[in-house]
């Protein structure tokens, strides 16, 4: 019993097997085993500043620990599967290397805080990742959108053609929901980066520690402000969980319009071969897969969202066991995006653009027709009036299966006499799409001063990332090195 769990002495049996596996944790946790070891090297060293512990038992530990992180980084740690979780795998594992001393390792702390941080310690770098990749995909989008800046398309308001923009400008609005994305991710970091060890079960501890001073050695920017809430917080996993859900967002719509645009009846782009399946059956096929996987996957990262959701309504404070299920959630979110985002950026970069196409589908859906009631305002129509003419104009143009293009400047003046032969011009798709000069709008300058704008943006979060990064370096050069 004294073998298999760390809190054998209240009790007079030994649970059963099933309770055991029922209760164990480490085929998730895992995960945890370096920011595990890391934050002890950092409790210890506290523990021997503050006198807690003889400094000889503490340098034992910190050696003890230091081989262990050198095994996991090696993936040559052997996890016991019949011990509950990968704290105590460490732990045990520690002690049989170095004997007593290792006792003294837990000395005020709790597996509460323990957990906290090394979840904290864990979703940093998680943040980080997904962040990077973001970036790497507004990057390709990016670089599409300055190739195409020119290349007219529709745009589609209920996937009914609506106005004529360039598909730089398109890609643009997907690159601004991306930088979102990272702005949100960047923004929740500074709500992550605070550090629960040292709050023990619940309400702090009797020895004198400085939680400080574990805190700086961890690369925290602070310790949590109540031992109570440090041990039940998990609004820094919820938060990621719920950016993780609208990244998946985002690309999934990315994703149905890729697969809606690589259609025969739409075929604005080609998707590259290496991002494409065939048909088992049907020689001919060429399936946007990848896009249909990325789009799909959406759906178990939402449902992850309403795991933490739901696993954290109505918990009362502080710590419960029900918590232990928060980081499979968290995780699998983390492997979808990442590995989602790791497919989404090359697939991107590697489209073919068929612009004559994309020209070509201008010319249905009488796109320039809102140009058309702004021409007649130019005139002195009254909007709403001339929004009317044109409306009849288009129904005329239904009637007799005609574009407003091959209309006459005659037959035109039919529904207003103030329509002049400059008309043509005016109306041309992409005269409707360069005009459009308002800031924010699709013609070439603005769309020019949007990649401007967002390339300025992402040169800050980029900043961030490698900052961030190369802080950590330290912090963790400083920690085990010295």
């Given at each position: 019993m004294s073998q298999k769990v760390l809190w054998s002495g209240r009790f007079s049996g030994t649970p059963d097997e099933g309770t055991i596996a029922f209760t164990s944790s480490l085929s998730v946790d895992?995960?945890?085993?370096?920011?595990?070891?890391?934050?002890?090297?950092?409790?210890?060293?506290?523990?021997?500043?503050?006198?807690?512990?003889p400094a000889a038992d503490g340098e034992k530990i910190?050696?003890?620990?230091?081989?262990?992180?050198?095994?996991?980084?090696?993936?040559s740690f052997d996890l016991n599967e019949t011990l509950e979780d990968v704290h105590t795998n460490i732990e045990f594992s520690l002690t049989e290397s170095i004997g007593e001393a290792g006792g003294r390792l837990h000395t005020a702390r709790s597996r509460n805080d323990q957990v906290a941080t090394d979840f904290r310690m864990f979703m940093r770098d998680v943040v980080m990742d997904t962040a990077e990749l973001l970036l790497v995909l507004q990057g390709a989008l990016i670089e599409k959108a300055k190739l195409?800046?020119?290349?007219?398309?529709?745009?589609?308001?209920?996937?009914?053609?609506?106005?004529?923009?360039?598909?730089?400008?398109?890609?643009?609005?997907?690159?601004?929901?991306?930088?979102?994305?990272?702005?949100?991710?960047?923004?929740?970091?500074?709500?992550?980066?605070?550090?629960?060890l040292?709050?023990?079960?619940?309400?702090?501890?009797?020895?004198?520690?400085?939680?400080?001073?574990?805190?700086?050695?961890?690369?925290?920017?602070?310790?949590?402000?109540?031992?109570?809430?440090?041990?039940?917080?998990?609004?820094?996993?919820?938060?990621?969980?719920?950016?993780?859900?609208?990244?998946?967002?985002?690309?999934?719509?990315?994703?149905?319009?890729?697969?809606?645009?690589?259609?025969?009846?739409f075929g604005?782009?080609?998707?590259?071969?290496?991002?494409?399946?065939?048909?088992?059956?049907?020689?001919?096929?060429k399936n946007p897969d990848v896009a249909e996987l990325i789009r799909?996957?959406?759906?178990?990262?939402?449902?992850?969202?309403?795991?933490?959701?739901?696993?954290?309504?109505?918990?009362?404070?502080?710590?419960?066991?029900?918590?232990?299920?928060?980081?499979?959630?968290?995780?699998?979110?983390?492997?979808?995006?990442?590995?989602?985002?790791g497919m989404m950026a090359p697939m991107v970069s590697t489209i073919e653009v068929k612009k004559q196409r994309m020209l070509a589908a201008t010319s249905q859906g009488f796109l320039n027709a809102t140009d058309l009631a702004d021409y007649l305002v130019t005139k002195g129509v009254p909007f709403r009036?001339?929004?009317?003419?044109?409306?009849?104009?288009?129904?005329?143009?239904?009637?007799v299966?005609?574009?407003?293009?091959?209309?006459?400047?005659?037959?035109?003046?039919?529904?207003?006499?103030?329509?002049?032969?400059?008309?043509?011009?005016?109306?041309?798709?992409e005269s409707c799409m360069n005009r459009r000069t308002s800031y924010g709008g699709t013609s070439p300058k603005s769309v020019d001063a949007q990649i401007d704008v967002a390339e300025e943006i992402a040169i800050g979060q980029v900043e961030f990332c490698d900052a961030e990064r190369n802080r950590m370096v330290k912090v963790w050069n400083d920690l085990l090195r010295s």
């Open positions: 895992a995960m945890l085993a370096w920011y595990d070891a890391v934050g002890s090297v950092a409790h210890a060293k506290m523990l021997i500043k503050q006198k807690i512990i910190i050696n003890g620990l230091r081989d262990i992180i050198s095994l996991i980084e090696e993936d195409n800046i020119n290349t007219v398309m529709p745009g589609f308001t209920h996937v009914q053609h609506a106005q004529p923009v360039s598909f730089g400008f398109h890609l643009m609005a997907h690159v601004f929901k991306i930088q979102r994305d990272v702005d949100r991710l960047l923004d929740s970091y500074k709500r992550l980066n605070v550090c629960p040292g709050s023990a079960a619940l309400a702090g501890s009797t020895y004198p520690i400085d939680r400080h001073m574990t805190a700086q050695l961890l690369g925290f920017d602070g310790p949590t402000q109540n031992a109570m809430d440090s041990v039940s917080d998990r609004d820094f996993a919820l938060e990621y969980s719920f950016c993780a859900a609208l990244i998946m967002d985002h690309l999934s719509s990315m994703s149905e319009e890729l697969v809606l645009w690589s259609s025969q009846e604005f782009i080609e998707i590259a071969d290496a991002y494409s399946t065939g048909s088992s059956i049907m020689p001919q096929k799909g996957r959406t759906a178990s990262v939402t449902g992850n969202l309403m795991t933490m959701l739901m696993l954290l309504k109505g918990l009362p404070l502080s710590y419960n066991r029900d918590l232990q299920e928060d980081k499979g959630a968290v995780i699998a979110s983390y492997e979808t995006v990442t590995s989602c985002l009036q001339a929004h009317e003419i044109v409306g009849n104009v288009v129904r005329h143009c239904i009637n299966n005609k574009r407003i293009d091959d209309l006459s400047t005659a037959e035109l003046k039919k529904f207003s006499p103030k329509i002049g032969k400059e008309v043509k011009d005016f109306i041309s798709v």
